[in-house]
């Protein structure tokens, strides 16, 4: 009766152990997808706590790869120095590791092939990626914060511009082969004192972005906006006190799969404590003009 207990016994950690995968740092991850967490409803949530959030360290700019088998985030050590993670899974389990140190401003293309990082940008080679590139004109001159791109590789960015930050959200298309000079994408997009981080949806039908504005939640919200059928862009809505705070959210994103929205939430300055949270991205669409 004995060994049959002890049979039972190993049986059920066997299929526990089974269900788990582990980092490179031996830190536990469960299988399954979006780094087998439970998925969030309409409230926010810390994304991931104890593996892609930490107590000690900063964690933003979370973003999922095209497959949904990469989460790619910014870490900032005790050191302070800033480097690009990923999380994926491959041979069965999930793996961490530092793609590039010393970046921020991550965004990843709708294909999966290019991170863009501030001014400058990495592409996926047969060896993994790339060393650093520059965008070039005409943005060479251009403090860019976060660069994100259309799958028509439309170029939507911030400018970090103290000490009014008044600049815009500006977009710049690809024409033959060439990058157009930067254009305002409309005075929605430069109210307040702070505009920065856009998010926009590949088909460009939206805009995500975050902005210290009069009648906000916090020190900053995060807003969207509508592209309508003739192109033209509507008024930049507060996403609500579902999603902001009296703290102050950042880079937002959405997953691939359109499932979820990802964000940073600062809720000090002294001694930082940043972190990403997810939300159902129903969201959005409740925000959408009817």
Same mark, same amino acid.
């Given at each position: 009766?004995?060994?049959?207990?002890?049979?039972?016994?190993?049986?059920?950690?066997?299929?526990?152990?089974?269900?788990?995968?582990?980092?490179?740092?031996?830190?536990?991850?469960?299988?399954?997808?979006?780094?087998?967490?439970?998925?969030?409803?309409?409230?926010?949530?810390?994304?991931?706590?104890?593996?892609?959030?930490?107590?000690?360290?900063?964690?933003?700019?979370?973003?999922?790869?095209?497959?949904?088998?990469?989460?790619?985030?910014?870490?900032?050590?005790?050191?302070?120095?800033?480097?690009?993670?990923?999380?994926?899974?491959?041979?069965?389990?999930?793996?961490?590791?530092?793609?590039?140190?010393?970046?921020?401003?991550?965004?990843?293309?709708?294909?999966?092939?290019?991170?863009?990082?501030?001014?400058?940008?990495?592409?996926?080679?047969?060896?993994?990626?790339?060393?650093?590139?520059?965008?070039?004109?005409?943005?060479?001159?251009?403090?860019?914060?976060?660069?994100?791109?259309?799958?028509?590789?439309?170029?939507?960015?911030?400018?970090?511009?103290?000490?009014?930050? #008044?600049?815009?959200?500006?977009?710049?298309?690809?024409?033959?082969?060439?990058?157009?000079?930067?254009?305002?994408?409309?005075?929605?997009?430069?109210?307040?004192?702070?505009?920065?981080?856009?998010?926009?949806?590949? #088909?460009?039908?939206?805009?995500?972005? #975050?902005?210290?504005?009069?009648?906000?939640?916090?020190?900053?919200?995060?807003?969207?906006?509508?592209?309508?059928?003739?192109?033209?862009?509507?008024?930049?809505?507060?996403?609500?006190?579902?999603?902001?705070?009296?703290?102050?959210?950042?880079?937002?994103?959405?997953?691939?799969?359109?499932?979820?929205?990802?964000?940073?939430?600062?809720?000090?300055?002294?001694?930082?404590?940043?972190?990403?949270?997810?939300?159902?991205?129903?969201?959005? #669409?409740?925000?959408?003009?009817?």
């Amino acid at each position: 009766m004995k060994s049959v207990s002890t049979a039972i016994i190993l049986l059920l950690f066997v299929l526990v152990m089974s269900n788990i995968s582990y980092g490179q740092d031996d830190v536990p991850i469960p299988s399954g997808p979006y780094l087998g967490q439970t998925p969030p409803g309409s409230t926010p949530e810390l994304f991931a706590p104890g593996i892609v959030n930490t107590e000690e360290l900063i964690e933003i700019e979370g973003m999922f790869g095209a497959d949904m088998h990469t989460f790619y985030f910014v870490r900032r050590d005790e050191k302070e120095v800033y480097s690009l993670n990923v999380i994926e899974f491959k041979n069965n389990q999930w793996q961490k590791s530092i793609v590039k140190s010393n970046v921020g401003g991550a965004y990843i293309s709708s294909d999966g092939k290019i991170i863009y990082l501030n001014n400058s940008y990495i592409e996926r080679t047969n060896d993994g990626w790339s060393e650093l590139k520059r965008h070039g004109s005409p943005f060479e001159d251009i403090d860019i914060m976060r660069l994100s791109a259309a799958s028509n590789g439309t170029y939507y960015f911030d400018t970090f511009a103290p000490p009014k930050f #008044d600049t815009p959200i500006r977009y710049s298309r690809l024409i033959n082969g060439k990058y157009e000079q930067p254009k305002s994408l409309g005075p929605q997009f430069g109210i307040g004192r702070y505009n920065a981080h856009p998010f926009i949806a590949p #088909d460009e039908s939206y805009i995500i972005f #975050d902005s210290i504005r009069d009648g906000g939640y916090g020190k900053s919200d995060l807003y969207i906006s509508f592209r309508g059928a003739d192109g033209s862009w509507g008024p930049a809505i507060n996403m609500g006190d579902k999603i902001n705070t009296a703290a102050s959210e950042k880079s937002p994103s959405v997953s691939p799969d359109g499932k979820f929205l990802f964000f940073d939430l600062r809720t000090k300055r002294g001694n930082e404590e940043v972190n990403i949270y997810w939300v159902d991205a129903q969201i959005i #669409d409740t925000l959408r003009p009817k």
